[in-house]
T-cell receptor
Framework: AQSVAQPEDQVNVAEGNPLTVKCTYSVSGNPYLFWYVQYPNRGLQFLLKYITGDNLVKGSYGFEAEFNKSQTSFHLKKPSALVSDSALYFCAVRDGDTGFQKLVFGTGTRLLVSP | EAGVTQSPTHLIKTRGQQATLRCSPISGHTSVYWYQQALGLGLQFLLWYDEGEERNRGNFPPRFSGRQFPNYSSELNVNALELEDSALYLC?????????????FGPGTRLTVL
């Protein structure tokens, strides 16, 4: 069974500084990895995904994520944080070798960017 | 392009009643997924519909059910509501092209059970 761990409940960063939101995964087959962001009282917005190919994936709003197979990680990064980036971030995984489309989500990391 | 839409935005019911939540997928998407986001429990997979058929369900009791209509919209029904069913219910849709699909989420329906 697949699982995702987001070890930090909250990440605090000052505006203009780089940010990293951590994610590690466990899956028996090939991992398909996703990042979503949720603003208060809103649904999830898709940021980026890794299926195959280049380990560095670029997504929306200047975010990127690096797939590291040996460390089973898929950390979300942004070179310069904005106050408007403050939100709840979810990492999700799907087993690429099974026929089932279920996404398994981490518990979420709250990002707070201070002015 | 319109995104995934859900109705109603909020729903208040009492214990034992039934709730019906609706979802319209992005145009061209044939797969619809339902998730429950309860406080402290994260997002839990409920149901997956594709081409009108239920393809899989998560670890939820049978009183959680749904269907997908010929126009690919979907309905989630929760019978015999319990207090712990209070949550944000999120619907997502995808192209139905396989495991590389991206799921796009709607804004959710907040269900409160009193």
């Amino acid at each position: 069974a697949q699982s995702v761990a987001q070890p930090e409940d909250q990440v605090n960063v000052a505006e203009g500084n780089p940010l990293t939101v951590k994610c590690t995964y466990s899956v028996s087959g090939n991992p398909y990895l996703f990042w979503y962001v949720q603003y208060p009282n809103r649904g999830l917005q898709f940021l980026l995904k890794y299926i195959t190919g280049d380990n560095l994936v670029k997504g929306s709003y200047g975010f990127e994520a690096e797939f590291n197979k040996s460390q089973t990680s898929f950390h979300l990064k942004k070179p310069s944080a904005l106050v408007s980036d403050s939100a709840l971030y979810f990492c999700a995984v799907r087993d690429g070798d099974t026929g089932f489309q279920k996404l398994v989500f981490g518990t979420g990391t709250r990002l707070l960017v201070s002015p | 392009e319109a995104g995934v839409t859900q109705s109603p935005t909020h729903l208040i019911k009492t214990r034992g009643q039934q709730a019906t939540l609706r979802c319209s997928p992005i145009s061209g998407h044939t797969s619809v997924y339902w998730y429950q986001q309860a406080l402290g429990l994260g997002l839990q997979f409920l149901l997956w519909y594709d081409e009108g058929e239920e393809r899989n369900r998560g670890n939820f009791p049978p009183r959680f059910s749904g269907r997908q209509f010929p126009n690919y919209s979907s309905e989630l029904n929760v019978n015999a509501l319990e207090l712990e069913d209070s949550a944000l219910y999120l619907c997502a849709s995808s192209l139905g092209q396989g495991r590389t699909d991206t799921q796009y989420f709607g804004p959710g329906t907040r269900l409160t059970v009193l």
